[in-house]
């Protein structure tokens, strides 16, 4: 058979993107062959969330602030934690198989294609709760938005700041769950101790905890670009220059969990020998 | 220039060391101890552009592991792989557009979407152009019948259908160099004879083949040369035809005698000839060397002495040296 394609060397971006896309939009048309689960699990982060409105709703009718932050700016807090959990299961819930395919030797045949691997395994899962969690976390981000009084001019930071929460947090969830090509597991420990400690811990103001955890949540884990600095930008509790912080962290986690899968790849053992 | 070349290849694992049952689990769990474990040990190997290689082996013996190295899945111990001048695993991406993988134990396909979907896929990942892709599904429904069951989703695919769909993604790119690890795995015969009639196809086209197969079958009417491997090394390296005429050096005639065969009688007549009973009391089973005897002089002497109701002749398979070569009963 003749063959006029032109074989490339490195992956051009724009190819990477036509490739990310097409798999996912592929997962979607396999999502719809099972209607039962998109519904209940769509349903289970709208409820999910629900439930932190409430317990915030129901904290703040019993005290009239948590150390200087107010109801509107802890919705705000809250909000932003949603979303980008919600983007992550949304755009990039493969990263959560990789321990997986690691122990079952689905990572092979990813490797013998012409695209990043980390592109394949990223966009080879969505997680339909992250509907709910997304549409539910903008809705505590608007009302909490309007509730502190931020106004229109400080919304293209907004809009700004759940881009690079969104590319943070699936960052750091690969880089940790990239831990698995070491430590042989299926379940993405390190990733879940990450929501974990953010679920308890960042959606509280970051100064009620100790020095100690505040600069491992920003510097070690930046998981304080995710949601704090930013709505601590937004509502005047940190000056505006902490916001060049958010796109070095964007960049910094982007790296590390690029380097760290191509590291893992370089370890990886496949299955069955 | 090889089109494939790999020098002292060598891949070790690192293996957990336990004892077995709950109590061995839990001393591992506090004091963990591994041993390593040479899966792949030292094999050189050279491949010519058309050349279509069997790789084969007991369980066990390297097989899938030297693909994994070849395809650059793994990356060797020691010892350096070469396709088309590359590192495989290093130029991962410029090596990918040039080879095509099949695991038959397992899938590429996407597995909750038509198998038209997948391919489409894969088309756009490898860049191939519509042309192509139309030219090369329209060939796979020659030879494959791939039409038949494009629309379906891959989980409803029977195994036949699902290794002719995962056919059909490794070679969606034309490689130039194909990899096919058990291709026929489980396979009914008809459709391992359609798949088979395809393998040769593409060698006729000039591709590049590696194949691991249990099915001796499949290496037979496949492939020109074998590699034995075994324990990961080279047993045996070379045409089949030469492993046939180096190790098959006797033949077989199976007599039917008019009476019931008298073993130890006929065998003090021959001593020349191995006699052994047959399944029937009339049926006698006599081994000659065959560079010591022709077929004619065996059937000239037997017949004139023993004037025999019927006989038949057996050729030693390819299958019985393999046997063999595994027992460790040949060596190279």
Not at chain 1, 171 to 181: E, G, I, K, R
Not at chain 1, 191 to 210: C, S, T, V, Y
Not at chain 2, 314 to 320: K, L, N, W, Y
């Amino acid at each position: 058979m003749a063959d006029t394609q032109t074989p490339a060397i490195a992956v051009p971006v724009r190819h990477v993107f036509a490739i990310y896309w097409r798999t996912w939009f592929a997962q979607i048309r396999s999502i719809v062959e099972y209607p039962a689960d998109l519904w209940v699990m769509a349903s289970a982060g709208a409820v999910w969330n629900i439930l932190q409105f409430a317990f915030l709703a129901v904290l703040f009718a019993n005290v009239p602030d948590v150390a200087g932050w107010g109801y509107h700016e802890m919705l705000l807090l809250s909000g932003l934690l949603s979303v980008a959990g919600g983007c992550n299961a949304l755009f990039w819930d493969g990263a959560w198989s990789t321990g997986a395919m690691v122990i079952k030797g689905d990572i092979d045949y990813r490797i013998t294609r012409p695209a990043p691997v980390i592109i394949q395994v990223g966009s080879s899962h969505i997680g339909m709760q992250s509907i709910g969690e997304v549409v539910f976390g903008v809705a505590m981000m608007v009302y909490g938005w309007i509730g502190a009084g931020i106004g229109f001019a400080a919304i293209p930071i907004g809009v700004l700041a759940i881009a690079c929460a969104a590319v943070i947090q699936s960052a750091l969830v690969t880089a940790l769950c990239a831990v698995n090509f070491w430590i042989k597991g299926q379940a993405s420990i390190f990733a879940f101790l990450m929501i974990e400690l953010q679920g308890n811990a960042m959606k509280m103001p970051l100064g009620i905890f100790p020095i100690a955890v505040r600069l491992v949540a920003m510097f070690i884990v930046p998981v304080a670009f995710i949601n704090f600095v930013p709505v601590a930008v937004v509502t005047g509790h940190m000056s505006a220059w902490w916001l060049a912080g958010i796109p070095a962290a964007v960049v910094g986690s982007v790296l590390l969990a690029a380097g760290v899968y191509r590291l893992g790849l370089r370890a990886y053992d496949s299955a069955g020998h | 220039m090889p089109i494939l070349e790999a020098q002292a290849l060598t891949k070790t694992f690192r293996r957990p060391d336990k004892d077995s049952g709950f109590k061995g689990a839990v001393r591992h769990l506090m004091q963990r101890k591994y041993k390593n474990y040479t899966a792949v040990d030292g094999i050189d190997l050279s491949i010519e552009a058309g050349e279509s290689v069997a790789y084969v082996g007991p369980n066990g013996a390297g097989k899938s592991t030297t693909v994994k190295l070849l395809t650059g899945i793994l990356r060797p111990s020691e010892g350096t792989v070469r396709v088309m001048g590359r590192d495989p695993h290093v130029e991962r991406i410029a090596n990918a557009h040039d080879i095509g993988v099949l695991f038959g134990q397992r899938t590429q396909l996407w597995w909750d979407l038509p198998v038209e979907e997948s391919l489409k896929l894969l088309k756009h990942m490898y860049g191939v152009s519509d042309a192509d892709y139309k030219r090369r599904i329209e060939r796979f429904d020659e030879l494959l019948d791939l039409n038949e069951f494009m629309p379906a989703l891959a989980r409803t695919l029977s195994l036949g259908q699902r290794m002719r769909a995962d056919l059909a993604c490794a070679l969606i790119h034309d490689p130039k160099m194909v990899y096919l690890d058990e291709p026929t795995i489980g396979l009914d015969i008809s459709v391992k004879d359609r798949l088979r009639a395809f393998l040769r196809e593409l060698v006729n086209d000039g591709t590049t083949l590696l194949l691991t197969s249990h099915d001796l079958a499949d290496i037979e009417e496949v492939c020109e040369r074998i590699v034995v491997i075994d324990k990961g090394a080279v047993a045996y390296d070379g045409s089949i035809e030469r492993l046939k005429a180096h190790y098959i050096t006797t033949k077989a005639v199976n007599l039917y005698l008019e009476g019931a065969a008298n073993v130890p009688e006929l065998a003090e007549k021959f001593p020349d000839y191995e006699w052994t009973a047959g399944e029937a009391p009339s049926e006698v089973v006599v081994t000659y060397e065959s560079n010591r005897f022709t077929t004619a002089e065996v059937l000239g002497s037997l017949t004139a002495q023993l004037s025999p109701r019927d006989l038949s002749l057996s050729e030693p398979s390819i299958e019985d040296v393999i046997r063999r070569l595994y027992a460790g009963e040949l060596t190279k």
